[in-house]
């Protein structure tokens, strides 16, 4: 299995192809719904985001609290086609790697490709063992937001796969297709 950094740059998302099982490390930004249409919102009125967007992975999820002896309880990705309305914006501000769970709608996975952008899916039902992969877990913005605030994450061999690469690869195609 391939290890992958989040900051792997455009060369490390070039060499990715759809179907591949990686192990995922490094920062991600991690929200859901709200946070999602928050961003979408402050981007169409020309404000900036409380992350660099450029180069930046966002995962489609939201920790649970932690228990004791832990930085994160449960972390699993949320379906990503309800964030679909909102991810334009932020594929146009830079962002270059999504994960979540699902396909994407056409539109998303075109621009994508046209953004030089990836889209990994993260199998759903494991929550409980992603939060394991989790090496740290901050609040980065929007409290008022609570379970659904904006959140730095830092994964370590975080498990995944490849469901759009830059080729035009498509997992959910591909499985269709067998």
């Known amino acids: 299995m391939?290890?992958?950094?989040?900051?792997?740059?455009s060369d490390g998302l070039e060499k990715l192809e759809a179907g591949?099982?990686?192990?995922?490390?490094?920062?991600?930004?991690?929200c859901r719904d709200?946070?999602?249409r928050r961003m979408a919102e402050l981007l169409s009125r020309g404000m900036t985001l409380p992350f660099e967007p450029r180069g930046a992975a966002l995962f489609y999820a939201a920790p649970t609290p932690a228990p004791p002896g832990?930085?994160?309880g449960a972390l699993g990705p949320t379906t990503s086609q309800r964030m679909d309305a909102f991810t334009l914006p932020l594929v146009e501000?830079?962002?270059?790697?999504?994960?979540?769970?699902?396909?994407?709608?056409?539109?998303?996975?075109s621009s994508m490709a046209a953004a030089g952008a990836v889209y990994l899916a993260a199998a759903g039902g494991t929550a409980a063992l992603g939060g394991g992969c989790v090496d740290s877990c901050v609040v980065a913005a929007w409290e008022d937001l609570g379970s659904e605030a904006l959140y730095r994450i830092v994964l370590r061999d975080y498990p995944v796969f490849v469901?759009?690469?830059?080729h035009g690869g498509n997992l959910f195609e591909m499985r269709m297709r067998k």
């Open 34 to 36: 709200r946070a999602h």
């Open 20 to 30: 591949e099982t990686l192990l995922l490390s490094g920062a991600v930004m991690a």
């Open 93 to 109: 501000a830079g962002v270059r790697m999504f994960i979540g769970k699902g396909p994407r709608s056409p539109l998303v996975t």
């Open 2 to 9: 391939k290890r992958i950094d989040t900051e792997c740059g």
């Open 70 to 72: 832990r930085v994160c």
């Open 163 to 166: 469901a759009l690469d830059l």
